[in-house]
């Protein structure tokens, strides 16, 4: 970046029609004013340090802390000491977040609101890290709203006011049973997040985590996985590289190789000689 005091900021992607927004944001000597936003803003910084205020508090956010700053909260920030600073940031929209949490069987009364304070989260930095790639690299439908589900709630488990409407539903075994049947029954067809939910009888969220909970994968990883395992089964035929891809649900032949060689170590090419 050029070391003037220009700001640069990079949109990476969008979810949810528009209402999960990815950009990375970087600069050297700059002071934001007070200002507010009309969404949430969920901050991870990524090299230097962002200090400012809210109306409650001052903060120094510092490399692999995450920040969230609620709708209408007047803040403002800065580099500290003039140095460096970039940080990715993810806008969601008041609306959506509420509509996710609902459509999930969680009952929000009221404005959800986080803390504002620097945030130390493993977890939380890696599920931004997997969202993050899948947005930038226009991932299927069924990654980025299991990743943004997944994201979403961990913060609002761990950093709302709503922590304990969060944690009330519980699930049985046999819906897993009929998710999992779900994909196997389906992995040739463009199904997302949603659809598997339907037939599980389940919501999303609950879907995701105890999907993963039960089987150590989450669905979408089930269902690439089964593709891949299916798409194995047709190697001994004459059918191109293409007609298998299309054959087991992938988009293209190109996404089918980029996560074989993922999964398997090396590029179909390569095992079908095997």
């Known amino acids: 970046m050029d070391p003037s005091n220009d700001i640069r900021i990079q949109h990476l992607g969008k979810a949810a029609t528009g209402a999960i927004r990815l950009s990375t944001t970087e600069y050297k000597d700059h002071q934001f004013g007070k200002h507010f936003h009309s969404h949430y803003t969920i901050l991870l910084v990524e090299e230097g340090c962002n200090e400012g205020f809210t109306e409650n508090q001052s903060y120094q956010v510092e490399p692999g802390q995450v920040l969230i700053i609620n709708p209408g ?16 940031s ?33 977890l939380l930095v890696r599920q931004l890290a997997t969202l993050s790639q899948a947005l930038t690299h226009q991932s299927g439908d069924l990654k980025v709203e299991a990743d ?37 029954d389906n992995y040739k067809e463009q199904i997302n997040l949603q659809d598997i939910a339907a037939y599980a009888h389940l919501s999303r969220y609950h879907l995701v985590r105890q999907f993963s909970k039960k089987y150590g994968l989450s669905p979408f990883q089930y269902l690439r996985n089964l593709r891949i395992e299916e798409a194995k089964k047709l190697f001994p035929g004459t059918a191109s590289l293409t007609q298998i891809a299309n054959e087991v649900g992938f988009f293209d032949q190109s996404h089918f190789i980029r996560t074989f060689k993922k999964i398997e170590g090396a590029p179909p090419s390569v095992l079908r000689k095997i």
């Open 90 to 122: 993810l806008r969601v929209t008041e609306a959506w977040l509420k509509r996710l949490y609902v459509n999930n069987d969680i009952e929000i009364s009221g404005d959800v609101v986080f803390e504002t304070q620097p945030i130390t989260d493993a």
């Open 148 to 184: 943004y589900t997944a994201l979403l709630f961990t913060l609002l488990q761990r950093y709302s006011n709503k922590k304990k409407a969060s944690s009330s539903a519980q699930m049985n075994t046999s819906a897993l049973f009929r998710a999992k049947r779900f994909i196997r």
């Open 73 to 88: 909260e007047l803040h403002a920030g800065n580099s500290y000491d003039q140095r460096y600073l970039r940080f990715r």
